[in-house]
């Protein structure tokens, strides 16, 4: 659009701000800024794990259990008002021996991550127990009820996420405390959602796929991607598997995806863009990802982000171990809109399978 406003459109437009109208000629700025597509929210940034446990470390001296629900230090983007990017947030937690982190339950939904877990490590959520064992996973789907439960003699650290930008972008924030420090426990924990998530379900129940509160064991998981190491995987992730959720077989929950990526040794990807962000951690390795010309050098547990339409690549510095990076992506809502794109080309879900088989060329 060119040209100046007359004198009559300027008195106009201020008659329609008068009257609560705004014309749409005054959204062309807005339209013209987004040719080429959005301008990254916020700004890529590591997280030194050496940095967060010296200040998880203070907290626990500074913060008595009883002061704060939660002993969590969430992860600021320097480049954004709120969250670590623009719809979510990550960030670290510590529990000292014996301590409980109080029930509550909120329309976030939230995934833990283990650091410093044990099998006496638990978070309880609607009555389920789940143990928090090194690297295992843990769901809390949005308005279930959830505590912490440290049952070791050390400290025990966690990572949380929490689609939390997305929920207040959407006014959708329901919160409220159970009133006691801990939720009665099913019976026989895990036969409920063994009863509701495997090869039968019963007829007369809603499913409950947003609600499922499920653990992901390490034992289980890594095997499985240290198996396909010699797969092709992604030119853009290298072997990169979602969590997938236990119900519908689709994204780990409504508005969350996580992710578990081995980067072979000396791996390097292709560089591309996504419209989601996403938040890593660091399970194990060095390396470099590389996001809008900025350097993040990670090794072990160290956490980054990655903003959205961000173009990031990542290269394994060790030309002799795996590196293993945990992230969280807010895909399935961008994807649920229509408003997920990549480029160069699409990564996720391409590939043939069952895989085409080679040979089919009969010898004549
Ligand atoms: C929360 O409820 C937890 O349940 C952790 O452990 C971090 C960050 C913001 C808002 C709620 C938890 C959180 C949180």
């Keep these: 659009m060119s040209g100046e406003a007359s004198k009559g459109l300027a008195r106009f437009d201020q008659e329609l701000a008068e009257a609560a109208m705004k014309g749409q000629w005054e959204f062309d700025r807005l339209l013209e800024g987004l040719v080429g597509g959005p301008r990254p929210a916020g700004v890529p940034h590591l997280w030194r794990w050496k940095d967060v446990n010296a200040k998880l470390l203070e907290a626990c001296d500074v913060l008595p259990e009883s002061f704060t629900a939660r002993r969590n230090l969430a992860f600021m983007n320097p ?75 050390g400290n025990v650290t966690w990572l949380d996420a929490l689609d939390i930008g997305l929920v207040l972008a959407l006014n959708g924030g329901f919160y409220e405390t159970l ?16 009863n509701r998530s495997g090869d039968v379900r019963p007829t007369w129940e809603r499913r409950k796929e947003l609600h499922v509160p499920h653990r992901y064991p390490w034992r289980d998981v890594e095997p499985i991607l240290l198996g396909m190491a010699a797969e092709d995987g992604s030119p853009f992730d290298g072997i990169v598997l979602e969590y997938v959720n236990p119900i519908t077989g689709g994204h780990t929950m409504p508005t969350i995806s996580c992710w578990i ?79 997920y794109y990549e480029t160069p080309e699409p990564s996720l879900g391409v590939a043939p399978w069952p895989a085409v088989p080679a040979d089919v060329t009969r010898p004549r």
Excluded at 93 to 118: C, N, Y
Excluded at 306 to 333: C, G, Q, Y
């Design 179 to 194: 009133g006691e420090r801990r939720q009665p426990e099913h019976e026989r924990s895990g036969s409920t959602l063994a």
């Design 79 to 153: 480049g954004l008002d709120r969250g670590t990017s623009h719809t979510m947030v990550m960030g670290m937690q510590m529990l000292k021996p014996g301590e409980i982190a109080w029930s509550h339950r909120h329309t976030m939904a939230a995934i833990r991550f283990v650091v410093d877990g044990s099998p006496d490590l638990v978070t309880v959520v609607d009555g389920e127990r789940l143990p928090m064992e090194d690297n295992d996973l843990v769901l809390t789907p949005r308005w279930t009820w959830h505590d912490h439960h440290n049952g070791t003699d």
């Design 261 to 339: 990526q081995m980067l072979r040794p000396g791996e390097r990807t292709r560089p591309h863009r996504q419209t989601s962000s996403g938040m890593y951690h660091v399970v194990r390795g060095a390396g470099t990802t590389t996001v809008d010309g900025v350097d993040l050098e990670w090794t072990d547990r160290d956490c980054f982000v990655i903003p959205n339409w961000a173009e990031h690549s990542f290269v394994n510095r060790s030309t002799t171990e795996e590196a293993i990076l945990f992230s969280v992506h807010d895909i399935p809502t961008l994807e649920a809109l229509g408003l």
